[in-house]
Nanobody, 130 residues
Framework: QVQLVESGGDLVQPGGSLRLSCAAS????????IGWFRQAPGKEREARAG???????????YWTDSAKGRFTISRDNDNNVVYLQMNDLRPQDTAVYYC????????????????????WGKGTLVTVSS
């Protein structure tokens, strides 16, 4: 059974940093495109917004404008974990953050619909506030 679990969410002050982890069981993350998404409080009816993603097997990385220069996605293939390093956090970054695994091969890895429904974690909450 496939399971993805995010961790590392916390309350952080504006300008601070956090590193989120996405650990997997039942699949080898290295072989999949991995995307990080977020959903702000009160926006549960909207699609999750893509932040950054990395294609499988050493493929390219993509970012949305909101993440470029502040967020970095990286893989630890030995431990089957993908990280999201977030720097210079802002109040508008407050959201539940999700990771997902899928078969995207282009920058469509930033789109929620390119990930199977059962290849998502349950999310971890990041709150940026003073």
């Amino acid at each position: 059974q496939v399971q993805l679990v995010e961790s590392g969410g916390d309350l952080v002050q504006p300008g601070g940093s956090l590193r989120l982890s996405c650990a997997a069981s039942g699949l080898t993350l290295e072989n999949y495109a991995i995307g990080w998404f977020r959903q702000a409080p009160g926006k549960e009816r909207e699609a999750r917004a893509g932040i950054t993603c990395v294609l499988g097997r050493g493929g390219r990385t993509y970012w949305t404008d909101s993440a470029k220069g502040r967020f970095t996605i990286s893989r630890d293939n030995d431990n089957n974990v993908v990280y999201l390093q977030m720097n210079d956090l802002r109040p508008q970054d407050t959201a539940v953050y999700y990771c997902a695994a899928g078969g995207a091969t282009t920058n469509n890895c930033l789109l929620e619909r390119y990930y199977p429904k059962n290849y998502w974690g349950k999310g971890t909450l990041v709150t940026v506030s003073s």
